[in-house]
């Protein structure tokens, strides 16, 4: 976590957010200033300036919730559909370094517009766009993993009961009607 990040504040508890949905890594709230009605702002508790910075695990279980989260909304709102938004780094608009992934509800005629115009490329600006692409993608496959933490070991054994003596407890469940 950073001191100055706004995100990071709102985990600590320093800026009052409207929370939507909390656990322990994640924090989903009401976006400050909307675009649309039920406007819903998702982020990991952990400070990650850019999405690429995730854990493949960690972004999974980010996922797995905020299409809960992206459900709450919809229904809530009585939304028709919903954009998911993630700026990326600064040159995709993003103005505070931590990733954050936007839940806006959407209705027919709502006026927001998330429209752009398609590039013209030419076939060889495709063609070396496709191969740098692809050579880029080769890795894909192998996945980061949690660490997972070995059980707690006890030092004392189990006591093992005679075979003639008789448990206390399971005398009395037998008696149990």
Not at 130 to 139: M, N, Q, S, Y
């Amino acid at each position: 976590m950073t001191e100055t990040c706004v995100f990071c504040q709102a985990v600590k508890g320093q800026a009052k957010v409207e929370r939507i949905y909390e656990d322990d890594k994640i924090l989903a709230i009401l976006h400050p200033r909307p675009a649309s009605k039920g406007h819903v702002l998702v982020f990991s508790k952990k400070h990650y300036n850019i999405l690429e910075q995730i854990p493949d695990f960690e972004l999974g279980d980010l996922f797995k919730k905020l299409n809960k989260i992206s459900i709450a909304a919809f229904e809530g709102v009585k939304a028709q559909g919903t954009n998911i938004i993630i700026q990326n780094g600064v040159a995709a608009g993003q103005e505070i370094p931590h990733v954050c992934v936007h839940i806006i509800p959407r209705n027919e005629n709502d006026g927001l517009n998330f429209q752009w115009q398609p590039k013209q490329l030419t076939e060889e600006e495709m063609s070396t766009v496709e191969l740098t692409l692809k050579k880029e993608a080769e890795g894909i496959g192998s996945f980061q993993k949690e660490e997972k933490k070995e059980p707690v070991k006890l030092d004392k054994k189990a006591e093992k009961l005679k075979d003639d003596e008789e448990n206390y407890l399971i005398k009395k469940l037998t008696r149990i009607p």
